[in-house]
């Protein structure tokens, strides 16, 4: 097609920094068909390489890309193949040795508490380990752009992990958050990766120290948009995560002072049954919890792209 021509087409999907037209969903079409047996990973990859969609250090952005795919296939504009699977099964951690062997934390100094991001390989790979083990929900996959963190404290043994966090993708339907912030669904769909959900939040059964949650969730937030800035090429302006009430009352966010904005309608999304009501009601907390605040730094930050 002519680039004039191209141009010329309504923009379809607007996500982060790319403008999608009918002819890029027709080009990510013929590149699945030309590549049959090519699984979502490799797919999303392929695609950055063909778009030389990198982020600002050089390197592809494959967990965009990913989540970029699995939204155009949510909102009816493509087919992704079936998740490649090993050996009938998806590859755990919760089969791994700890390396070390768990003692009871009852008391520590919390200026000395460290937030930071997992620093390699190995530490990502005991983060998966701990979830699966010690989390009701597993470890799980984190969806779209995900940051893993861990928490330390210094104890007469040395430093030790006290707890694990991510943060990936916010949701895509979240009513109450949406009326809160007070944005349609198409300025919705083009800030959403300005949202972030704490999907996981993980202190070590083995560690009952006072004030300890609210005080690792106030110093993740400090550096999470800077962290996130470094990492995708933009920062953010919202947190959101979801609590079971039938198992927390989500006591550590409100220490924190996340706000609550309600509570879920109970529904969830199973392959292609849609919004079937078989879910958990959760509760629905944000930070920060000022909605001018909120406002000012969605509009900032969309700017500056």
Not at 143 to 167: F, M, N, Q
Not at 274 to 284: E, N, T
């Amino acid at each position: 097609m002519d680039p004039c021509q191209e141009q010329q087409q309504p923009i379809l999907v607007r996500y982060r920094n790319r403008s999608l037209r009918a002819s890029d969903i027709d080009f990510i079409r013929a590149t699945m068909q030309a590549h049959p047996g090519m699984g979502r990973t490799h797919l999303s990859r392929l695609l950055c390489e063909l778009w030389d969609w990198r982020q600002p250090g050089g390197g592809l952005k494959e967990y965009a890309c990913r989540d970029l795919l699995l939204r155009l296939e949510e909102w009816g504009h493509i087919q992704l193949p079936a998740r490649i699977k090993v050996n009938g099964q998806k590859k755990r951690a919760g089969g791994l040795e700890l390396g070390f062997e768990p003692k009871p934390i009852e008391s520590g100094d919390l200026s000395q508490l460290v937030v930071r991001p997992v620093k390699d390989r190995g530490e990502r790979l005991l983060w998966r380990c701990l979830m699966d083990r010690y989390h009701y929900l597993g470890e799980g996959v984190m969806s779209g752009s995900h940051l893993l963190y861990v928490a330390t404290l210094p104890t007469d043994r040395g430093e030790e992990i006290v707890a694990c966090l991510g943060w990936g993708a916010a949701s895509l339907r979240n009513p109450k958050r949406d009326a809160w912030i007070g944005w349609d669904f198409e300025r919705m769909r083009h800030r959403l990766h300005l949202v972030t959900n704490n999907q996981r939040f993980l202190i070590l059964p083995w560690v009952k120290i006072k004030n300890l949650g609210s005080r690792i969730l106030s110093l993740n937030f400090k550096r999470l948009s800077r962290d996130w800035q470094a990492r995708y090429g933009h920062g953010i302006a919202l947190a959101e995560t979801f609590v079971d009430v039938s198992r927390f009352q989500g006591t550590v966010y409100k220490a924190a002072n996340w706000k609550q904005l309600g509570l879920t309608a109970g529904r969830s999304k199973r392959g292609n049954e849609l919004c079937k009501k078989r879910g958990q009601v959760k509760a629905i907390f944000v930070y920060p919890p000022q909605i001018a605040m909120i406002r000012s730094r969605v509009q900032l930050l969309a700017n500056s792209r």
